[in-house]
């Protein structure tokens, strides 16, 4: 035998993760995305056939190719990377060139195909969201207008903007488009990061003596864009270092764009003087997209993506998905993928069967476990599939327990249905959750606050 022939590896790794989606209730979705041809082996690389560039780059931008190339570490002790190949359209005999067909695959997904409105690409920002390919309805027309505005006149036009709203509905494109647009058209220095990076790295210039160096890099932006500031509360040094930059980028007439998932004023635990600076401006919110809007959304991005689906189709998706722009590109995402893979048109059959379990996700008037799993996950920045698998880290375990008990809480499910929604639990793991998230709630102020701020976003996520 070959040594470098990994097939074994393969077939155990791919038998393992389908286990995992099936105590998940997700095995539909393995065997949507995990149907590729091992095509060989070599020293350290498995050679895979995919029916498209498309599907490939979805592959690898949900985290799948990560997955498997874990697993396949864990099983044999090797790094073994995945490579690809695209199957022709004509089935050909299997002459692979994997020099020219299997391209280094770690490129972001999308950009490649929709870049092409954007001449120059900012480092930190996705080509693809721009003006262009952002649609705009009743929801989001003030916002875009807004951001617009500032993209043309940055520092000048309003300053600062806060664009603020739940999951998926676009501030990050639009803080982006932003950018895009200033860097193509000004050229300026412009930054972008989430509330988070800021944080990190200036925890990281406190530990290596370097504070001026991570000052003078922000105070000297033409444009900042922070996104998603809600994950300053309780950071209260870095409150104050964001404090003293807007200040000074404030004072230069330096344009800056915040983002948040809620508006300012809900925010708890943030200095009142940052949060006057985040109010001065302008603040606009982001609504969830109408009927109109989300059928819109859906033919731009099949326009982008040059594919076609029925009319009919579409409209399915449009009814269903009601939540977040995100859910709705994810269903276009996995039908695309379908019609790929098996090579030919969904029909309305197909699209509900491929979609029943988004779409049966908000029960009418009640709400649904999917949800809560949705949101704590999100917040919590965990896969859905994570929250609901097997892991038993300090960092799943407690979000679980939380989303466990938040249902609890919202539902009528009992603790053996929940405990069923939950990867498969035993009722008495529930019940021992909620006993332990009822303990540390009587201690633990900040768990109570955050607890709350996901009650209501859950309770917004239905309206
Ligand atoms: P948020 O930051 O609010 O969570 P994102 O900006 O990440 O949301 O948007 C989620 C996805 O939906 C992105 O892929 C984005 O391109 C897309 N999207 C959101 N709103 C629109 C829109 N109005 N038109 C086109 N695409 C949109
Ligand atoms: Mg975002």
């Known amino acids: 035998m070959d040594i470098w022939n990994y097939n074994i590896f393969w077939q155990e790794a791919l038998s393992q993760i389908r286990e995992d989606y099936k105590t998940n209730g997700k095995e539909q979705e393995f065997l949507l995305w995990f149907t590729f041809d091992f095509l060989e082996s070599r020293d350290k690389i498995i050679l895979v056939a995919v029916p498209s560039a498309f599907f490939r780059d979805q592959l690898i931008s949900r985290g799948y190719?990560?997955?498997?190339?874990?697993k396949l570490f864990e099983l044999s002790g090797t790094q073994i990377k995945i490579e690809f190949t695209i199957k022709s359209k004509v089935e050909s005999s299997h002459t692979v060139n994997p020099s020219a067909e299997a391209s280094p695959v770690h490129t972001p997904p999308l950009q490649a195909e929709i870049s092409s409105s954007v001449q120059k690409n900012h480092p930190q920002l996705r080509a693809d969201y721009n003006f262009k390919t952002f649609v705009i309805g009743d929801n989001n027309s003030f916002a875009y207008n807004a951001a617009c505005a500032v993209a043309k006149n940055p520092g000048k036009a309003y300053n600062p903007v806060l664009i603020y709203g739940g999951v998926g509905l676009g501030k990050t494109h639009l803080m982006q488009a932003i950018g895009n647009l200033s860097y193509n058209e000004n050229n300026s220095n412009i930054i972008y990061l989430t509330a988070e990076n800021f944080t990190n790295e200036f925890i990281q210039s406190i530990n290596t003596n370097t504070t001026n160096k991570f000052k003078n890099k922000y105070r000297n932006a033409d444009i900042l864009l922070i996104d998603d500031i809600h994950f300053l509360q309780n950071k209260t040094e870095t409150q104050e270092e964001l404090f003293h930059t807007f200040n000074a980028l404030y004072d230069s007439y330096k344009q800056m764009v915040f983002t948040c998932d809620r508006p300012v004023s809900e925010l708890k635990n943030l200095s009142d003087r940052l949060r006057s600076r985040f109010e001065r401006g302008l603040n606009v919110d982001l609504q969830p997209p109408k009927y109109e809007t989300r059928r819109a959304i859906l033919e731009k991005k099949l326009?982008?993506?040059?594919?076609?689906i029925d009319s009919?189709?579409?409209?399915?998706?449009?009814?269903n998905v009601v939540s977040n722009v995100r859910d709705l590109e994810a269903s276009l995402t996995k039908l695309i993928a379908y019609t790929e893979l098996v090579g030919k048109n969904v029909t309305l059959e197909i699209a509900q069967q491929q979609l029943k379990d988004t779409f049966s996700a908000p029960k009418q008037g009640n709400i649904s476990i999917d949800a809560i799993q949705k949101i704590v996950a999100d917040h919590y920045n965990l896969s859905f599939t994570d929250l609901k698998g097997k892991k038993r880290t300090k960092n799943v375990m407690l979000p679980r327990q939380i989303a466990m008990y938040i249902a609890r809480e919202l539902t009528e499910y009992s603790t053996t249905e929940l405990g069923a929604e939950f990867g498969g639990r035993d009722h008495t793991t529930v019940m021992?959750?909620?006993?332990?998230?009822?303990?540390?709630?009587?201690s633990d102020p900040v768990l109570s606050s955050t607890l709350n701020a996901l009650v209501n976003r859950i309770k917004e996520y239905k309206k």
Do not use: P, T, Y
């Open 65 to 70: 190719i990560n997955l498997l190339e874990h």
């Open 303 to 308: 326009e982008i993506l040059d594919k076609h």
């Open 312 to 319: 009919a189709v579409i409209d399915l998706i449009a009814e």
């Open 432 to 442: 021992h959750s909620c006993q332990k998230i009822d303990d540390l709630l009587k």
